[in-house]
């Protein structure tokens, strides 16, 4: 009785320290990791809560699995050593015991996937797209495009380090960020131009892979505003530590505002006639070094 209650104990506090790895996103700094960081970055979109919650499910059943398992090998080692039973058994089968350890994990494996396949078919389940951005991968920085807008077009170039604004982390700003209006179906068109790049925003639960020759779709629904950061997720030469995503997040007021202004500031011009097309290329030139 003893034994069963301290196994008890020891299952609770696995599981509460499980539980509390996968809180900490909450302590996190919104749409960037922070030092010392546990868990996920705090979910912003239905399809990364519904990540979050899928993690924190699988975490919880593993961690029992695996004591489960722990205490039966610490069992078996104690009570069938050569000490304690000094006359092996010769038992070859038992049916019993080999239908549980057939059905279990039948059964565990259908609990996992109700709630992988219910955020499978979320993930794939496009709404109607409020806002269409396509996001071309180069080797390295990021191109955009707005095609309902036009030819708004621009790139996005990592921020050097005598560059930055306050408040601005190193290593995952850019010099322009994607502004997408919040509580909107945002519809991504990712692709690359050169080798297979990744867009991923951790904050949004989105991942995808940019691949030359392809055009892969995925979508969110930011449901708070700020600015939310992510990194190119594969490996694609010698400067891919180097090729952030910044996506800010804005009211529709804000965006409209920015929409009129950036179809201004970004407009289609002959090569050597606009000044900012010039400064990006010189940019893009020593970045691309």
Request: charged share 20%; with cysteine.
């Amino acid at each position: 009785m003893a034994n069963g209650f301290s196994g008890a104990r020891i299952f609770a506090a696995f599981s509460a320290l499980a539980l509390f790895l996968s809180a900490t996103p909450a302590l996190a700094q919104l749409g960037q990791p922070r030092n010392w960081q546990l868990g996920f970055q705090e979910a912003v979109t239905p399809i990364a809560r519904q990540i979050g919650e899928f993690h924190n499910f699988l975490l919880i059943l593993i961690t029992a699995v695996a004591l489960f398992v722990l205490g039966l090998l610490i069992y078996v080692a104690l009570r069938f050593n050569d000490r304690a039973n000094p006359k092996p058994s010769k038992t070859t089968h038992h049916t019993l015991l080999e239908v549980a350890w057939t059905i279990i994990p039948i059964l565990i494996l259908a609990a996992i996937s109700v709630p992988s396949f219910r955020l499978l078919f979320a993930q794939y389940d496009f709404p109607k797209a409020d806002v269409t951005v396509k996001a071309i991968g180069n080797q390295w920085y990021w191109t955009y495009e707005y095609p309902d807008n036009g030819d708004l077009t621009f790139d996005a170039v990592i921020l050097e380090d005598d560059e930055l604004k306050p408040g601005q982390p190193r290593l995952l700003a850019t010099d322009n960020d994607v502004v997408v209006p919040v509580n909107k179906n945002i519809h991504m068109l990712i692709t690359a131009s050169d080798v297979i790049h990744n867009w991923t925003i951790p904050a949004f639960g989105v991942k995808v892979d940019a691949v030359p020759g392809r055009i892969i779709r995925t979508w969110f629904r930011a449901e708070k505003t700020g600015v939310f950061y992510g990194q190119c997720s594969e490996l694609c030469g010698q400067k891919h530590a180097f090729m952030p995503i910044a996506v800010r997040v804005v009211t529709d007021a804000e965006y409209a505002s920015w929409l009129e202004k950036a179809k201004k500031e970004f407009a289609s011009a002959p090569s050597g006639e606009d000044e900012m097309a010039s400064e990006n290329s010189s940019r893009l030139a020593e970045l691309t070094r």
